[in-house]
């Protein structure tokens, strides 16, 4: 019986909305046939936004501007009305009296319905409540909206519609908007920063034949007019390192990378990477790089260097952490892995510790898997996590006092990894053999690992000097930044399974 009232009240209530929109539709044919169709119009000349009337009332109060907006609210009251118009920097309310607008058109801004976008001129002055207003001396319509705007747009219930129809997300919910206003901000910021230190933006393939410079599975797909197939890019490192043998001595792209994984608060399978590479420096030289730029992009943006993330703070203001992979397990973990000598002794320690690993994985991938396990949740103020084993780090330079490891960092916050860099490998024979190594594991089925990039082998025998190398995370960043509790409410268009699957 509850499933029965349920389905005959979404019946009734789909019959309502049905009948909403038929009236839209009929006055949208009405004004067609009075000669007002509305998207006949091409252009209307803006003058100011909400925020800016607001900002600057002292200086505007009793001056004619222009706005244009959708109507999210409207209050008929006989001879004089109210109307709310938003528009991209906010809301801003509008008196509408006949008077002032004239009979007809003030009978065509009765019927104007929510949501319907409009264009404002009028005089900037303040209600006798204090609220600063617009006094329309016109309003004309300039798109009718044909569909029903829900009048609550919060809650879970609603998480999924949000993520689909962004554009009604971005209408009803004043803090998306801003997330996305701020995610902008961000990027442009990070660019700045870049550009103010002598480095150059530049472009690299998004269709490749070779997918390197990341441990995933990469989307495949077939180019017909060269009979090949390609597949899209996990990394931009491979391309990029390539610039720095050409001698474009610092260079990064803020770009779209793709990987076939699956989808959580953290991973879209498509996400913005940043990635730069500099010419005469180490991983040292990215550490600093990395301080500088998130306290310069806090700053900038947020106008502070301690964030607020789920209500717990992080301060960017004082040193990063630095700290050893094999440090942090000790700490963590209480496990020496200096003392752990042969991979039998590792797998000892994991199955001791209810570490899970593979019959593949050697010693360093387990002390790798230990870090995860044990450590990477504390690592919640801004952290570097260096030294990594080299099995896990196949286009690393070495350790040059202990090869088993190599000059590479992870950058942790809120315990995330926020970005990965490296003293970059630029010794060909050793990047062959590390290739090598990398078809091996392929070969026993690690779907995540890189083959041999020919054409990269040979640029580095060309030569490529020492080189410091990183890549951010943007959207983790954005989201950190903007205190987003997934990786969707970042994203304009997440990845999203059809509806009709």
């Known amino acids: 019986m509850g499933e029965q009232k349920n389905n005959q009240q979404n019946n009734a209530k789909d019959a309502d909305l049905n009948q909403l929109r038929k009236v839209r539709r009929d006055k949208l044919s009405e004004l067609q046939a009075d000669g007002k169709n509305p998207f006949v119009i091409t252009k209307y000349d803006v003058?100011?936004?909400?925020?800016?009337?607001?900002?600057?009332?002292?200086?505007?109060?009793?001056?004619?501007?222009?706005?244009?907006?959708?109507?999210?609210?409207?209050?008929?009251?006989?001879?004089?009305?109210?109307?709310?118009?938003?528009?991209?920097?906010?809301?801003?309310?509008?008196?509408?009296?006949?008077?002032?607008?004239?009979?007809?058109?003030?009978?065509?801004?009765?019927?104007?319905?929510?949501?319907?976008?409009?264009?404002?001129?009028?005089?900037?002055?303040?209600?006798?409540?204090?609220?600063?207003?617009?006094?329309?001396?016109?309003?004309?319509?300039?798109?009718?909206?044909?569909?029903?705007?829900?009048?609550?747009?919060?809650?879970?219930?609603?998480?999924?519609?949000?993520?689909?129809?962004?554009?009604?997300?971005?209408?009803?919910?004043?803090?998306?908007?801003?997330?996305?206003?701020?995610?902008?901000?961000?990027?442009?910021?990070?660019?700045?920063?870049?550009?103010?230190?002598?480095?150059?933006?530049?472009?690299?393939?998004?269709?490749?034949?070779?997918?390197?410079?990341?441990?995933?599975?990469?989307?495949?797909?077939?180019?017909?007019?060269?009979?090949?197939?390609?597949?899209?890019?996990?990394?931009?490192?491979?391309?990029?390192?390539?610039?720095?043998?050409?001698?474009?001595?610092?260079?990064?792209?803020?770009g779209r990378v793709f990987r076939n994984e699956g989808l959580d608060t953290r991973h879209n399978p498509e996400f913005t990477l940043m990635e730069l590479y500099q010419a005469y420096t180490d991983y040292n030289g990215m550490m600093d790089l990395t301080e500088n730029l998130y306290r310069h992009v806090a700053q900038e943006v947020l106008g502070t260097t301690t964030i607020v993330y789920n209500g717990v703070k992080m301060d960017l203001g004082r040193p990063f952490e630095r700290i050893t992979m094999v440090d942090a397990v000790k700490k963590y973990a209480d496990v020496d892995w200096n003392e752990v000598e042969t991979l039998e002794q590792a797998r000892e320690l994991a199955d001791k510790y209810h570490v899970e690993y593979e019959e593949r994985h050697k010693k360093g991938d387990i002390l790798s898997l230990f870090f995860e396990a044990f450590a990477e949740e504390h690592l919640i103020q801004p952290t570097f996590v260096t030294d990594h084993p080299i099995e896990i780090s196949p286009l690393t330079k070495k350790k040059p006092d202990n090869p088993d490891y190599v000059e590479r960092f992870e950058f942790f916050m809120n315990g995330w990894e926020m970005a990965n860099a490296y003293s970059e490998l630029n010794d060909p024979i050793d990047q062959r053999e590390r290739f090598k190594a990398q078809e091996e594991l392929l070969a026993q089925g690690d779907e995540e690992a890189n083959t041999t990039d020919e054409d990269f082998l040979n640029a580095l025998e060309i030569g490529m000097p020492p080189t410091g190398g990183i890549g951010f995370g943007i959207d983790r960043m954005c989201m950190l930044l903007t205190d987003s509790a997934a990786i969707r409410d970042v994203l304009l268009f997440p990845t999203m399974k059809s509806l009709d699957k």
């Open 47 to 254: 003058t100011h936004h909400a925020a800016d009337i607001k900002e600057n009332y002292e200086e505007l109060e009793g001056q004619q501007v222009t706005l244009a907006g959708r109507v999210m609210q409207k209050r008929i009251m006989g001879k004089a009305s109210f109307c709310n118009v938003l528009d991209q920097s906010g809301n801003i309310q509008s008196y509408v009296a006949r008077d002032s607008v004239g009979e007809e058109e003030y009978k065509d801004f009765k019927k104007l319905d929510i949501g319907d976008i409009v264009g404002l001129e009028g005089e900037v002055f303040k209600t006798k409540t204090g609220e600063i207003s617009i006094h329309a001396s016109s309003v004309k319509l300039l798109s009718k909206s044909l569909q029903i705007l829900p009048e609550k747009y919060h809650g879970l219930t609603n998480t999924d519609m949000r993520y689909r129809q962004r554009y009604v997300d971005l209408i009803m919910n004043t803090e998306s908007r801003d997330t996305f206003i701020k995610r902008s901000k961000i990027i442009s910021a990070i660019r700045r920063y870049l550009d103010g230190q002598g480095f150059l933006e530049v472009e690299t393939p998004m269709l490749v034949s070779n997918a390197g410079g990341a441990a995933a599975r990469p989307f495949e797909t077939y180019f017909n007019a060269l009979g090949e197939d390609f597949k899209l890019r996990i990394s931009l490192e491979l391309y990029l390192k390539r610039l720095i043998v050409g001698g474009l001595e610092r260079v990064y792209e803020v």
